[in-house]
C-alpha cells in the first residue's frame, strides 16, 4: 500500500474517529481535510490511495468533490459516508464515482471492511 488514505468530513471528531479505527487496523492516514474544496487539494497533494468522503459539508459537497476529483484522476478510489436517512445522496455520489458507502454512525468492522475492499 503506497500513498495510504485522505480521511475528509467537516467534523474534526469523525475524522479523529476514522482515523483510530484506521490506525489500530494497520492502514496509514496520509492526510485530512474539513470540506470538498480543500479534499481536492489534499488529494492533488498526496495522491492517496483511497478517500474515505463525507456527503454533507460547509463550502462543497462530498459529491461535488467526488465529481472534481474523478476529473483529476478518473482512477480515484472514493468511499463515502453518510447519515442514516441519505439514500437518495448515497445513490448520486455513487453516480457521481465513489465505489462504497459507510452510514453514520458507523460501526469499525464497517470501516475495515469497506476499505479492505479497496485497498487489499
Do not use: H, W
Amino acid at each position: 500500500m503506497a500513498n495510504g488514505i485522505l480521511i475528509v468530513d467537516d467534523a474534526a471528531f469523525m475524522r479523529m474517529m476514522i482515523r483510530d479505527i484506521l490506525l489500530k487496523n494497520g492502514f496509514e492516514v496520509v492526510a485530512e481535510a474539513e470540506n470538498g474544496l480543500r479534499a481536492i487539494e489534499k488529494y492533488k497533494e498526496v495522491s492517496p490511495d483511497l478517500v474515505i468522503m463525507d456527503i454533507t459539508m460547509p463550502e462543497l459537497s462530498g459529491i461535488d468533490a467526488v465529481k472534481e476529483i474523478k476529473k483529476i484522476d478518473r482512477n480515484a478510489k472514493i468511499i463515502m459516508c453518510s447519515a442514516m436517512g441519505q439514500q437518495a445522496m448515497v445513490i448520486e455520489s455513487i453516480q457521481a464515482g465513489a465505489i462504497d458507502f459507510i452510514v453514520k454512525p458507523f460501526n469499525s468492522e464497517r470501516v475495515i471492511e469497506a476499505v479492505k475492499k479497496v485497498i487489499r
